[in-house]
């Protein structure tokens, strides 16, 4: 047999072929509305030149996953369009979004200033910064741009915030902080997770760049891990692309199409979700085993002037109380809760509930605590989208065991 009748496909191929060269029902002429999930870590040539040029030049064409992937292409180009940025990369998680940036943008001896209470990640992977790199890092105050001006120094490369920070859902100013940023040449990342582009698009307000735990919000259902990152600039989307793909933390095609899938109903969940988070609000504030409730929505929440003007269509779907009864209390109303569930996640559908001082910040002291204005008593709410009555229904009865302690 010469090569040119050599079988590639069909009944001509022994079996042992045919079980890896399967028949190929095309999809040409018709018209998928689903986006395809091209689960495909390789991609094929016909000629070498076309294979070298694509090494060259991500997306055209596809040549190997983690250089890139259709997928993972559009789910990019999604959240890009949401955000109104130039260009966006995904990562295999929230974190990989946000080392992929900031381990490009920084490097040994360079100085990095961020609000004062960070996702706990973040602060972690900084203080690695720190001490292997020698990054120098200074905490402000988010809602003060001198508190920026001043601690900017000749060697600031980046000024790193989060939209709504967690768990006292503060609003971050970011109007005036990124232009204190930019007027020293400083880069502004956000952390949009809390308030997905539904809520906010940083960089409509000066930021350069913003970062998503896509895990959260984007997804919604508890069901994939994933990150993206999210550019003004098409130069600055390159040099994190190029890092991040010798980093390999590359988001999974599967992960991609089902993280587009929760991207398309992210509208109606985060409107529901802001619903809720107000209604309860609403109802913790006028119950008396309350000492406070932290909502942007409220009228006496410290930074409720910030997220009127920074937030459009709702207040988000993060909340935060305290009870009266302090740490007790704290862990017993956690523990009670029986619609929402007790878990160490937001953004999602169901309602999750946390009880700080004992899962998420366990390891600070009473006094950095009350630093961070964390009281013992304070219970995390992430939202969901379950009927606002039933949620309340499920609370007050936690409430109740919660006095009991
Ligand atoms: C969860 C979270 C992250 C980290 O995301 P992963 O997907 O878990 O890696 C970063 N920032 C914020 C605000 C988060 O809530």
């Known amino acids: 047999?010469?090569?040119?009748?050599?079988?590639?496909?069909?009944?001509?191929?022994?079996?042992?072929?045919?079980?890896?060269?399967?028949?190929?029902?095309?999809?040409?002429?018709?018209?998928?509305?689903?986006?395809?999930?091209?689960?495909?870590?390789?991609?094929?040539?016909?000629?070498?030149?076309?294979?070298?040029?694509?090494?060259?030049?991500?997306?055209?064409?596809?040549?190997?996953?983690?250089?890139?992937?259709?997928?993972?292409?559009?789910?990019?180009?999604?959240?890009?369009?949401?955000?109104?940025?130039?260009?966006?990369?995904?990562?295999?998680?929230?974190?990989?979004?946000?080392?992929?940036?900031?381990g490009s943008l920084v490097r040994s001896g360079d100085h990095v200033v961020t609000q004062n209470c960070l996702y706990g990640g973040t602060q972690s992977y900084l203080d690695d910064l720190a001490e292997r790199w020698g990054v120098a890092v200074t905490p402000v105050d988010a809602g003060d741009p001198a508190s920026v001006r001043a601690a900017i120094r000749p060697n600031t490369?980046?000024?790193?915030?989060?939209?709504?920070?967690?768990?006292?859902?503060?609003?971050?100013?970011?109007?005036?902080?990124?232009?204190?940023?930019?007027?020293?040449?400083?880069?502004?990342v956000v952390d949009n997770t809390f308030a997905t582009p539904l809520l906010c698009r940083p960089l409509e307000h000066g930021a350069d760049v913003v970062v998503h735990s896509a895990t959260k919000y984007l997804g919604g259902h508890a069901d994939v891990l994933g990150g993206v990152a999210v550019f003004a600039d098409t130069d600055t989307h390159e040099r994190v692309r190029r890092s991040s793909v010798d980093r390999g933390a590359t988001l999974d095609p599967f992960a991609a199409w089902l993280l587009l899938r929760g991207t398309q109903t992210l509208g109606v969940r985060v409107a529901r979700q802001?619903?809720?988070?107000?209604?309860?609000?609403?109802?913790?504030?006028?119950?008396?085993?309350?000492?406070?409730?932290?909502?942007?929505?409220?009228?006496?929440?410290?930074?409720?002037?910030?997220?009127?003007t920074l937030l459009t269509g709702g207040y988000g779907g993060m909340l935060a109380f305290e009870l009266t009864g302090g740490r007790d209390a704290g862990r017993a109303f956690a523990e009670a809760v029986r619609l929402a569930s007790l878990a160490p996640s937001l953004g999602?559908?169901?309602?999750?509930?946390?009880?700080?001082?004992?899962?998420?910040?366990?390891?600070?002291?009473?006094?950095?605590?009350?630093?961070?204005?964390?009281?013992?008593?304070?219970?995390?709410?992430?939202?969901?989208?379950?009927?606002?009555?039933?949620?309340?229904?499920?609370?007050h009865q936690a409430l109740d065991t919660a006095e009991r302690v």
């Open 157 to 188: 490369r980046v000024l790193f915030l989060e939209t709504i920070a967690n768990p006292t859902v503060e609003v971050a100013d970011i109007p005036r902080l990124a232009a204190a940023a930019r007027e020293a040449g400083v880069t502004t």
């Open 1 to 102: 047999m010469t090569s040119n009748d050599a079988p590639t496909s069909g009944a001509n191929l022994r079996l042992g072929s045919r079980t890896v060269h399967p028949p190929d029902p095309s999809a040409e002429g018709s018209d998928s509305l689903g986006t395809p999930l091209y689960q495909s870590h390789v991609f094929g040539f016909s000629d070498t030149g076309t294979m070298a040029d694509a090494l060259a030049t991500p997306g055209a064409p596809y040549i190997y996953a983690r250089y890139g992937n259709p997928t993972t292409s559009a789910f990019e180009a999604a959240v890009a369009d949401l955000e109104g940025g130039a260009a966006a990369h995904a990562a295999a998680s929230g974190m990989g979004a946000i080392t992929a940036v900031l």
């Open 348 to 395: 999602d559908v169901k309602t999750l509930v946390m009880h700080a001082a004992s899962v998420s910040h366990r390891k600070l002291s009473a006094e950095q605590l009350s630093r961070a204005g964390i009281s013992e008593g304070l219970i995390r709410v992430s939202v969901g989208i379950e009927d606002a009555d039933d949620l309340w229904a499920d609370f």
């Open 274 to 308: 802001c619903a809720n988070a107000q209604e309860l609000a609403e109802r913790l504030q006028a119950d008396p085993r309350i000492a406070a409730v932290h909502y942007p929505g409220l009228a006496e929440h410290p930074t409720h002037e910030a997220a009127r």
